[in-house]
């Protein structure tokens, strides 16, 4: 017996230590597990209907229709695969997805032949990214995992239809890119890339989530929050990278809790929103980080650049703001319009923090009234976050630029974003750390400002 427990303490240290591989380190031997039933997904015709086991290395597969992972069964997609959609096919999830792409080898899922179009001003209804071209990936009520490491998700935010909305418990008219929704499942995204979508780009119902190191691209459309969170969702939204989005990056509520399920409760770090709130009405909506309705969390260390709204805790309906904290969250503006709105007006009570930058009471009246109006011309470009290429003031309208392309949002050595984090932010860990079936690294809040850090830790897009 003593021998034996020898052993399992030697394996279970083994698991413990690969949790801790930085994520430059590209080892496809990491991924080591057993087949499940299934064994391998043929690539020889278009998939419909059931399917399990595994998609292998460097193959090519074609969704024909939507396909379904039943409940029970796996599909695991090794590094290097490309899925591509046809007849606005999706994946219905009723037991565990798991998309295991790595830094040389991603996945893609995606629709072929379609191209990006990253130039600054297309209007939506001519723009790919937003016609919504398949499905994406849904999860039933059922499912277990979902995790998606180093995997682009492109063209996105078909309606699912009268056949796999109501299998899924969802309207036809609904359109997320992805959907999670059973309070005591696994949604892992990390080092992920989205692009395009209609509406919500990720809508977790309930959850236990860790979403680290992710870029979003042109998500939302004409409406829609981008990580969008709802009713007993549990976890941390860390280093993750957002350009053009439609309405909030970032966004919790504890709107629709399951009956026994946690109260919603989020902790968010270190992520960087340009150009958000395409589609916001200031009063209404946020672009950037988002509590109400009775959520709880925490979030600090945040970027935002020339985004319609600031940071939004919402008092009607009413976040928990007992249990919300925050602060050393920055925001840059161009223009009067945006710095107007760092601190938005309405049924909002985000307090100033002492430490946001640029400090709050160099432009607030002293006797500032949460959800008042204000003169924010002394931040007017002011603080300039010193990104290593990306123009500012901005040669286009905020909002026209909703694609990375050629820039870079790393910062200058002389970045005023450098080393005003609050590393003692701690992440809320619920769900498993493990190469394959878990986390594959929970990155510790940063000392730097943002998703990208001076370090080489954070995003790594």
């Known amino acids: 017996m003593k021998s034996r427990l020898i052993i399992l303490l030697l394996i279970a240290a083994s698991y413990g230590m690969s949790g801790c591989k930085k994520l430059s380190d590209d080892s496809s031997n990491i991924y080591k597990y057993v087949l499940p039933p299934g064994a391998t997904v043929s690539d020889a015709a278009p998939l419909c209907g059931s399917i399990k086991g595994v998609m292998l290395t460097g193959k090519t597969y074609t969704l024909g229709c939507d396909v379904y992972i039943n409940k029970g069964d796996t599909l695991i997609i090794q590094p290097g695969v490309t899925v591509n959609s046809t007849n606005g096919a999706g994946i219905i999830v009723r037991g565990s997805f798991i998309s295991l792409g790595t830094q040389s080898q991603p996945n893609y899922l995606t629709v072929q032949g379609v191209s990006k179009n990253t130039t600054p001003g297309i209007p939506l209804a001519k723009d790919s990214a937003h016609i919504g071209l398949w499905k994406g990936i849904i999860g039933d009520t059922s499912c277990t995992n979902m995790i998606i490491k180093w995997t682009h998700i492109d063209f996105a935010g078909a309606a699912y239809g009268n056949v796999a909305g109501p299998a899924v418990e969802q309207k036809a008219s609904t359109s997320f890119c992805i959907l999670f929704q059973n309070p005591n499942g696994n949604f892992i995204l990390e080092d992920s890339w989205l692009w395009g979508g209609t509406d919500d780009c990720i809508r977790v119902s309930s959850g236990k989530i860790h979403v680290f190191r992710n870029t979003f691209e042109k ?22 990278f957002f350009i ?45 980080i988002n509590y109400e309705e009775g959520a709880a969390g925490s979030f600090y260390n945040n970027v935002a650049v020339n985004c319609r709204v600031g940071y939004r805790v919402v008092i009607n309906p009413v976040a928990d703001t007992l249990h919300l904290t925050y602060g050393n969250n920055y925001q840059y503006a161009d223009s009067l319009s945006i710095a107007n709105q760092f601190f938005t007006f309405g049924p909002v009570c985000t307090r100033p923090q002492t430490t946001d930058i640029p400090a709050p009471y160099s432009y607030l009246p002293a006797n500032y009234t949460y959800g008042a109006s204000y003169d924010g011309t002394p931040v007017v470009q002011a603080l300039n976050p010193q990104f290593v290429n990306y123009p500012l003031p901005s040669p286009y309208s905020p909002w026209s630029v909703s694609a990375i392309g050629s820039y870079n949002f790393r910062l200058k050595p002389n970045s005023p974003l450098i080393g005003k984090g609050n590393t003692s932010v701690t992440p809320l860990v619920v769900v498993p750390v493990d190469m394959v079936y878990g986390a594959s690294e929970v990155t510790p809040p940063g000392a730097d400002l943002g998703c990208y850090q001076t370090n080489g830790r954070g995003n790594q897009h």
């Open 244 to 288: 053009g989005t439609a309405y909030n990056g970032q966004k919790a509520s504890n709107k629709g809790q399951p009956t026994g399920a946690m109260q919603t409760n989020i902790v968010m770090y270190n992520s960087t929103f340009v150009n958000g709130g395409l589609q916001v009405i200031p009063g209404q909506r946020g672009s950037t």
């Open 219 to 240: 998500c939302g459309g004409t409406g829609g929050d981008i990580v969008n969170v709802k009713g007993g969702t549990v976890g941390t939204m860390a280093y993750n």
